[in-house]
């Protein structure tokens, strides 16, 4: 089998405003990096409104759908924008994490990687906020549990930002294991390491500004993996942000593509020994184009090295 990379063109009429960091540019960036690897290359299919229930709901869907405009830009907040085509791409986005996880399960793929925009881990149960609409990857969760009957799932969120949206969604549920690194102090203010969530399934891990790749590997090796070893879960998401790389402009940690690398193979390693290497993987943050690219593409030829080895 192989990886497969599950993207669509609609993600690219989630249009924002011009300086505005998470652009369709970033897409058209990271795609052709892609380009001649041996990958099971899917559309992303939208995702129906029961898949959004999973998460959200109904008042917060329609509350999105209704806020579409006609033309030009809506704004949501600081730094949160609707165009016309938003709530498109956005259920692309979303419904490509869930025939991810579909793909995954059903053996269709090794493992996978959704490279749809807009991103989720913001979206709060019924806020949309930091660029962010639908919790991707908290659907995605949600869907392996209720629909495939899963016992347990674990999220690894390596974004520079705070998945404030994945653990809102998720926290409640303890068949869910989130564990997020991320810049502190940094938007959105949340990710505290005392925070644990309600039943224990949180793991919030601050790295201060400037932390580069020999601590973050440490990290990985000490407190993640172990973390999601002991949680055995039958499916490891990821919330791949690629804006904690040295070049990405909305932060300051120095992470770099070698990191990048090295933190998808310590996490397929682990998955494959836990989980029968089940992996989907979702874009989130990366806004140094390219960074963006790079990184990526070496977040991908690790899910396509495991997924060969299996």
Not at 155 to 172: P, S, W
Not at 184 to 190: D, K, N, Q, V
Request: proline share 6%.
């Amino acid at each position: 089998m192989t990886t497969a990379l599950i993207t669509h063109p609609d993600c690219l009429l989630h249009v924002t405003p011009d300086g505005h960091p998470e652009r369709v540019a970033r897409l058209n960036a990271l795609l052709p990096a892609l380009e001649g690897r041996d990958l099971l290359r899917v559309s992303a299919p939208l995702a129906a409104e029961d898949d959004l229930l999973l998460a959200h709901p109904l008042a917060h869907v329609d509350a999105i759908r209704d806020a579409i405009p006609r033309a030009g830009w809506r704004q949501l907040d600081a730094d949160t924008y609707l165009s016309p085509g938003s709530l498109q791409a956005a259920l692309r986005a979303a419904g490509g994490a869930v025939r991810a996880v579909d793909m995954v399960l059903g053996g269709e793929a090794d493992n996978a990687f959704v490279a749809c925009r807009p991103p989720g881990h913001h979206a709060e149960t019924a806020q949309p906020m930091g660029f962010c609409f639908f919790g991707n990857v908290a659907i995605a969760a949600k869907h392996a549990l209720d629909r495939h009957g899963l016992a347990r799932v674990a999220i690894v969120d390596f974004d520079v930002h705070h998945g404030n949206g994945t653990q809102d969604l998720v926290q409640g549920d303890p068949r869910v294991l989130f564990v997020s690194t991320h810049e502190m102090p940094l938007y959105p203010g949340t990710g505290d390491p005392q925070d644990h969530g309600p039943h224990g399934t949180v793991e919030n891990i601050a790295l201060r500004q400037g932390t580069g790749g020999t601590v973050y590997r440490d990290i990985l090796a000490r407190q993640i993996l172990p973390r999601v070893r002991d949680f055995a879960p039958e499916l490891l998401l990821i919330s791949a942000g690629f804006d904690a790389h040295a070049d990405d402009p909305l932060a300051g940690l120095r992470l770099v593509e070698a990191d990048f690398a090295h933190i998808t193979r310590e996490l397929c390693a682990l998955a494959a020994g836990i989980c029968g290497g089940r992996v989907v993987s979702c874009l989130e943050g990366g806004y140094d184009l390219e960074a963006l690219a790079a990184s990526g593409a070496a977040h991908v030829d690790e899910l396509i090295a495991a997924g060969g080895a299996g």
